[in-house]
């Protein structure tokens, strides 16, 4: 069974830093793409950053500048660094991973638990 543990998150204040981390573990073969959702209390979960194998990164617009997604494919982790938290960055943020498993099993999604970020103003 894969798994995905992400960690990193607690409480900070508006301006601050956490640095999310995402460790991969089980039976791979190869990972695809990662990235990071969130999920604020009351709304949908949210894609907040992506990146392929090679190190192509997208973000969306209320996080650019701010967050950087990146990923060490030795470790098999994927790290996100995020400054200047504001307190709409609350959320419990969730690891995400497309991995091959097997020959036929080439882009299995997989979900961590979650961390939960809370930036107070």
């Known amino acids: 069974q894969v798994q995905l543990v992400e960690s990193g998150g607690g409480l900070v204040q508006a301006g601050g830093s956490l640095r999310l981390s995402c460790a991969a573990s089980?039976?791979?073969?190869?990972?695809?793409?990662m990235g990071w959702y969130r999920q604020a209390p009351g709304k949908q979960r949210e894609l907040v950053a992506t990146?392929?194998?090679?190190?192509?990164?997208a973000y969306t617009d209320s996080v650019k500048g701010r967050f950087t997604i990146s990923r060490d494919n030795a470790k098999k982790m994927v790290y996100l660094q995020m400054n200047n938290l504001e307190p709409e960055d609350t959320a419990v943020y969730y690891c995400?991973?497309?991995?091959?498993?097997?020959?036929?099993?080439?882009?299995?999604?997989?979900w961590g638990q979650g961390t939960l970020v809370t930036v107070s103003s």
């Open positions: 089980g039976s791979i073969f190869s990972i695809n793409a």
């Open positions: 990146i392929t194998r090679q190190g192509s990164t």
């Open positions: 995400n991973a497309g991995v091959a498993i097997s020959f036929s099993v080439r882009d299995l999604e997989v």
